[in-house]
């Protein structure tokens, strides 16, 4: 078994150095007591001798026992410096799990230690002020990043989590132990001057001196301190808030004191700030790319930053997870792929692509040349996206010119690395593909490829979602034979047209439609020369119409609606002429040598002329279109001569 270690952790030094002392103090009074004797015996000049001679023998004694004073009290100071040192580490790894208060901690103990001195408290107390400032914080170790970064309210559950971190905080520093006054300034340095404050909700003097001296400067640097949600405060807006919250929250007299001295530890700060960026309240912030911080001149390159890293790329999966599950609409959910991915990795474009049949389209893009590259193709295989999309494999480092110098030329060449990846879907299909192109040396680090391939996933999984509910959604307002839309989405559409025409003052018309003689083709030829016939008569129709602005619906089986914003009435006539004319002109073989054809029946309606509703425009347009069809029977019965063939053969008049 091995034997304990009877070293100090100083290293040079015992753990029980006053044996040697005692041992050294025993050997010279034995060694000096016969001396002593012949001295008392001796002549005057002998004993000036032995008085000499016991004069360098105390001397080298107390020599002696001065050095190992000296280097226990050396070895006594390194410990304590290697203890402060290990809880500055403590806090600076606390605070760097949040970028936006990273350096809190050390500001705070300077700010509390130059308030305690100038207060003249005994130097015990202000040991104790320094290192409960620097462990105020520690309880936030137990509270869910989701909340401590959550970018809503909190709800009432969460709050009360979150007040819990001082109990928790001096929980674990009673562990250590450390000295009462550490733990209860911990403890309470969230409670109000007033009574309103946590955990205990003491009031005045009840709260600790320590609590109530970190409560001032900690809310001085949280107000200079810039948050997601809000810009730091000016110095002269903090010590305003500091002066009206004198009395109510904070402790008045302290408040008097620390605006006294406030400028000489401001100064003290930015002196240790210009040793250490690492506690400047400008630090790289969430905001800023992982890269570019890596590749910026102070980018934190240390442990600490490792840590901040991390804890950005928790919070921003965290939030892009949230706001892609939010979402089924394609237009919303790639500009937030894109924004969050420039936020976390950054890059100098990003193209996303859709897979479309055999090709790659680009749906979105965002960077440079961002309008020149949105809607390009990319054939099967082609490139380095085309080559993702075939095989499900990400490529990273490839030349960006493979897939941009077809549609950028020349500037292809400004970009010289990549990251592509696959989108997959739930189901392992490549539905798209993210490309990322750079002009950094060396490209993407491990660690923001490890986050692009998370990202890739979840983006993967978000737009598969989106294309299935839009196919889904297509499918449900769509009229699955003609591939016009159905009457629900015609319902919508007319609803949202007739709050348009009424906020701009525009005309809106409506067209219904019936076919003349459909019936018949049904009966003697069947359905599906019926639903061959809907689908001709459709294509004829939309034909007519403008493709832009204008919506046709298939209302109910052989009956359709058109949907005219903003069109002059004049031009309704001649609108209604030309589709008479294209429906009568639709003719289908059925057979060789027989055709058939059908006719059509149009009323019109008109906003706000016949009507403000969509009901009441449809009641009129029905109206009207059944006259229509009155008239055209009548036409058809008084003149045999214009009755439209239901069925010819090349030579004339067959079946009718």
Same mark, same amino acid.
């Not at 290990?86 to 799990?97: F, G, Q, R, T």
């Not at 970064?149 to 001096?170: C, F, I, M, N, Y």
């Not at 990003?350 to 979105?364: K, P, S, T």
């Given at each position: ?107 705070? =103990? ?388 007739? =709050? ?134 009548? =036409? ?21």
């Amino acid at each position: 078994m091995r034997r304990p270690d009877k070293r100090s952790p100083v290293k040079g030094t015992r753990a029980n150095p006053p044996r040697r002392l005692w041992g050294v103090a025993v050997l010279a009074t034995l060694a000096a007591t016969p001396l002593a004797y012949e001295a008392l015996t001796a002549s005057a000049w002998t004993r000036v001798l032995w008085a000499a001679l016991f004069l360098g023998i105390a001397l080298g004694s107390a020599g002696y026992v001065w050095r190992h004073l000296t280097r226990e009290a050396e070895a006594l100071r390194q410990v304590k410096g290697l203890h402060g040192a290990m809880l500055e580490v403590l806090a600076l790894a606390i605070d760097a799990k949040d970028q936006v208060t990273l350096g809190h901690a050390r500001r705070v =103990q300077i700010f509390a230690s130059e308030l305690a001195q100038a207060l003249r408290l005994p130097e015990s107390t202000v040991t104790a002020l320094e290192q409960a400032a620097l462990l105020h914080d520690v309880g936030l170790l137990a509270i869910p990043e989701y909340i401590l970064h959550k970018p809503g309210p909190l709800t009432e559950a969460e709050w009360a989590k979150v007040r819990l971190h001082p109990v928790t905080g001096a929980a674990l520093l009673e562990r250590a132990p450390f000295p009462a006054e550490v733990v209860e300034a911990v403890r309470h340095h969230h409670e109000r001057w007033d009574g309103g404050g946590y955990p205990a909700g003491l009031r005045g003097e009840e709260i600790p001196l320590g609590a109530r001296i970190l409560a001032v400067v900690d809310c001085y640097d949280a107000l200079l301190s810039e948050r997601p949600y809000r810009l730091g405060y000016s110095r002269e807006e903090a010590r305003t808030v500091l002066e009206r919250e004198a009395g109510q929250s904070l402790d008045p007299s302290l408040v008097g004191h620390f605006l006294l001295i406030v400028e000489a530890a401001e100064a003290k700060v930015k002196a240790v700030e210009h040793g250490d960026p690492l506690l400047s309240r400008h630090a790289p912030s969430a905001d800023e790319p992982l890269e570019s911080q890596r590749a910026a001149p102070h980018s934190i390159t240390t442990p600490l930053g490792d840590i901040a890293a991390a804890r950005r790329e928790i919070v921003s999966l965290y939030e892009i997870a949230q706001t892609l599950g939010a979402s089924l609409n394609l237009d919303e959910v790639l500009p937030i792929i894109s924004a969050k991915l420039e936020r976390i990795v950054g890059f100098g474009t990003c193209v996303i692509y859709l897979v479309e049949g055999e090709d790659l389209r680009a749906v979105h893009a965002r960077g440079r040349h961002a309008e020149r590259l949105r809607g390009v193709t990319l054939g099967a295989g082609e490139g380095l996206s085309g080559w993702v999309a075939r095989t499900g494999v990400r490529a990273v480092g490839g030349k960006p010119a493979l897939d941009l110098r077809p549609f950028l030329g020349t500037g292809a060449d400004e970009f010289t690395n990549s990251a592509i990846l696959p989108l997959k879907d739930r189901d392992g299909s490549t539905r798209g593909v993210l490309a990322l192109y750079t002009d950094w040396p060396g490209g993407y680090s491990d660690d923001a490829l490890r986050v692009l391939d998370i990202v890739a996933q979840h983006a993967g999984v978000a737009v598969g979602n989106a294309l299935d509910y839009e196919r889904t959604h297509e499918v449900a307002h769509t009229d699955l034979l003609t591939g016009l839309r159905n009457s629900r989405f015609l319902y919508a559409f007319l609803d949202r047209e007739l =709050q348009r025409a009424a906020q701009t003052g525009q005309p809106l018309a409506i067209l219904m439609m019936d076919l003349d003689r459909f019936k018949r083709v049904n009966d003697l030829y069947g359905h599906h020369i019926g639903d061959e016939m809907l689908k001709k008569v459709a294509s004829r129709v939309q034909s007519e119409l403008r493709y832009a602005d204008d919506l046709l619906a298939r209302y109910a089986g052989d009956e359709f609606i058109a949907v005219l914003p903003n069109i002059s009435v004049d031009h309704l006539p001649a609108l209604t002429a030309r589709i008479k004319e294209s429906v009568e002109n639709c003719r289908m073989t059925v057979r060789k040598g027989r055709v058939v054809g059908v006719g059509v029946s149009i009323g019109e309606a008109v906003f706000p002329r016949d009507g403000r509703t969509a009901e009441d425009l449809f009641m009129v347009a029905d109206q009207r279109m059944y006259r229509d069809k009155q008239s055209r029977r009548e =036409q058809e019965s008084y003149h045999p001569e214009v009755i439209p063939l239901l069925l010819r053969n090349a030579e004339g008049i067959g079946d009718h």
